[in-house]
């Protein structure tokens, strides 16, 4: 296995995770809340009223209340693989009426059910980071996305758990103990490359403290934040092994807390009004339908 196959996710695992998480995951979810919180406040600046809007990777549905009680005439969807996070995010709302409920659906953010053209919003916060690149779902995100739709999300960057990923290469240079990230850059660039329009990046630090590596080591499970890495370790890490780890970490140590940094990528992009093509010369043509054209006297 090369060094590169080794930091690829196994997706099963990766729903296998967050099933068995989603009655801790609200427990510990601080930093989740507060990113989905602030990336909906950015919402503020975008004039737009969607009809149909898609909140992807819902999790249990503190997305969902948000954008309901922002847009609370719109139809919400729902979409999440772990069939047990909707379960939780179905108790959350048993006094809304039939018609104003969110509709759930379980399915992979790479494979979405939904007809090309038939949403005004997708808003997903902290989901990118659980793909092996974001190439698929940024396509499946234009696909279903209509003229004039937008795109809203967030994911981590690649300082996320930098204390973390110091000390396991200090233990264990060839290892596979803390997920990659893209880089802002990165994702720009795709979001380009997959033909959306106009993308804002940027990016946030936040940091999270913790008396010892173990209370953060046990939040990560509570989270359903495994280790999913191919290439990780096939045994358990050993408690010699776990006490090396809290023994590096200390380095770290400030004001009596050990810090877990996570950088925060914001971005938002656009699909274009106009539908845009290359012609067989090579040339690209912009095709404008007819309703949009104006007729002067």
Known sequence: MDSQSGFLLERSLVKRSFNQAAETYDEVAVLQREVGQRLIERLDYIRMKPQ?????????????????????GAEVLGIDMAHAMLKVSKKKWPRWSLASKPKLVCADVEQLPLAEQSVDMIVSNLTFQWLNGIDMVLQECRRILRPGGLLMF????????????????????????????????????ALLANRFMDPVMDMEMFTLTYSDVRKMMQELKALGAHNVNR????????????????????????????????????????????????????????????TAIQKTS
Not at 59 to 64: A, V
Not at 158 to 185: A, I, S, Y
Request: aromatic content about 8%; overall charge neutral.
């Open 52 to 72: 149909i809007l898609v909140d992807l990777g819902c999790g249990t549905g503190e997305g969902i209340k948000l954008l309901k009680q922002r847009y609370s």
């Open 154 to 189: 967030t994911t981590f960057g690649p300082d996320t758990l930098k204390e973390m990923r110091e000390c396991w290469h200090q233990l264990d240079p060839d290892g596979v103990h803390v997920n990659r990230f893209l880089d802002l850059h990165d994702i720009g660039d």
């Open 231 to 290: 290439g990780r370790s096939a045994g358990l890490t050993g408690k010699n092994r776990l006490q090396s780890l809290v023994s590096a970490y200390e380095k770290f140590r400030n004001a009596g807390r050990l810090p877990a940094t996570y950088e925060v990528i914001y971005g938002h992009a656009w699909i274009p009004e106009q539908a845009s093509v290359l012609t067989n010369e090579g040339m690209r043509e912009t095709r404008v339908p007819l």
